[in-house]
């Protein structure tokens, strides 16, 4: 019987013109990294393309599976190599179509023909293996507009490929190819999900978590390492940031008025994140606030913490529901970890009753009354991390493996 692979197909890369090849490139990079572990034998480029083969000749769903997750992927699907016998490539589209898993009762062929080296005409060859699907299938009827299942058979460099199965894959772009932002991080549904977004469209994620340690435990950093694990199969992230916040949010809540504590912690958490950022060589900050959502997702609170970074901050989700964004975590992976509650720094030391719409100018003034400077500072000397051999275009930056190797606990 002919090889099994599995064929990539992508969109978007198609449409960046001469970016193309570096685009390409990339993802056929994060599939090798991604299919690590599950008998690959090589990820390689054919017309339009890219084809993964597993060392055993029979690429599997599972495969195909990790395959789909990754970002850049438009679809994936487990297709029959064939030689360019007649009699070989009408075999295996019996066989494809024999394995449909979902009841089907109409069927058509699309043959393609991207070699030069074939003599058959596409028109010919859908007439050929229309035919003897026909004939293995008397009861079903052949559909052109819209059929149950599509039989394609794509006869390309002096192969044949054949395959019915084309299985979603997440789509955006390869990872690496939109640069680095640093979300901001927190064991919510949001965050996990707005990191996974910007992943998706290329960028290489280096989330920061701020803890309530030491005055809370440390299970929200474990629910966020959780989260993180449970991204790997997109492969975006890198390195991720645990800022011990605890200390300083105490000391805060002790000199500002009541209903301005989270401003001032989040305005802090900007200022931090943006610190990270540029030691990082990001470009954005990243969160997952949608509007109104909270006290603090408010226009007026926004613009209250915004003002503290001078880089981009986005925030994919400013226009999701709830629902929407709930239903994206169970999609990725995430709603079971993110369900699972744990005192972070935002539920610590929380007021009775926050300001919705804050006055810059009291915001300002509160600002003012503690040494927002030296917190900052201290937080970042201060900041541990944990790696993650997720994202093959991260690169650590230099300065910091310097100067926090010890900081990196030893168990991480
Ligand atoms: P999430 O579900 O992402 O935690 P949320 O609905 O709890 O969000 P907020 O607590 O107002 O909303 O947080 C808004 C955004 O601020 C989060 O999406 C995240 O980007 C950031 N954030 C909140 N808490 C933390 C934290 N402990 N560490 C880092 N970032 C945080
Ligand atoms: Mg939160």
């Not at 393309?49 to 789909?68: K, W």
């Not at 005055?215 to 975006?236: N, R």
């Not at 390195?239 to 300083?248: K, L, S």
């Not at 709830?322 to 929380?350: N, V, W, Y």
Request: charged share 25%; aromatic share 6%; net charge negative.
């Amino acid at each position: 019987m002919s090889e099994r692979v599995c064929l990539v197909h992508y969109h978007e890369i198609g449409l960046k013109g001469k970016n193309r090849a570096t685009f390409e490139n990339r993802l056929l990079g994060n599939l090798n990294h991604a299919l690590r572990g599950l008998g690959l034998k090589k990820v390689r480029r054919i017309s339009g393309h890219l084809l993964v083969e597993s060392e055993d000749g029979n690429a599997t769903p599972q495969m195909a599976r990790a395959i789909a997750q990754v970002p850049g992927v438009a679809r994936v699907s487990l297709a029959y190599r064939c030689s360019q016998d007649e009699e070989e490539y009408c075999n295996a589209a019996v066989h494809a179509l024999a394995e449909v898993d979902a009841p089907w009762e109409t069927f058509k062929v699309h043959a393609r023909r991207s070699a030069t080296n074939y003599e058959r005409h596409s028109l010919d060859m859908n007439r050929l293996v229309g035919s003897v699907l026909c004939e293995a299938f008397p009861a079903k009827v052949v559909k052109m507009h819209k059929p149950d299942v599509t039989v394609v058979v794509h006869a390309v460099q002096g192969d044949v490929y054949v395959y019915t199965d084309t299985g979603p894959g997440v789509g955006g772009l390869p990872v690496g190819t939109a640069g680095k932002v640093v979300p901001l991080f927190s064991s919510g549904f949001d965050s996990p999900v707005a990191t996974w977004m910007v992943g998706r469209r290329g960028a290489i994620c280096v989330p920061v978590h701020f803890s309530g340690r030491p005055m809370t435990s440390d299970a929200s950093e474990w629910l966020c390492q959780d989260l993180v694990e449970a991204l790997a199969p997109a492969g975006i992230i890198g390195r991720m940031y645990v800022v011990p916040f605890g200390e300083r949010q105490r000391e805060i809540s002790l000199k500002v008025p009541q209903s301005l504590r989270v401003i001032m912690y989040r305005r802090v958490m900007f200022a931090v994140g943006e610190q990270i950022a540029r030691i990082e060589g990001a470009k954005a900050l990243v969160t997952g606030e949608s509007l109104g959502q909270v006290a603090s997702q408010t226009l007026d609170n926004i613009a209250a913490a915004d003002e503290m970074c001078s880089m981009p901050v986005l925030r994919p989700l400013i226009g999701s529901d709830k629902q929407e964004i709930m239903r994206r975590a169970e999609q990725i992976g995430t709603h079971e970890i993110s369900s699972q509650d744990a005192p972070d720094c935002c539920t610590l030391f929380m007021p009775r009753r926050p300001e919705t719409h804050a006055r810059m100018r009291e915001v300002h003034e509160a600002w003012d009354m503690i040494d927002h400077d030296e917190i900052i500072e201290q937080l970042v000397r201060d900041v541990e991390y944990v790696d993650y051999d997720q994202c093959p275009s991260y690169r650590p930056p230099r300065e910091l493996r310097a100067r926090h190797k010890e900081l990196a606990p030893a168990e991480w």
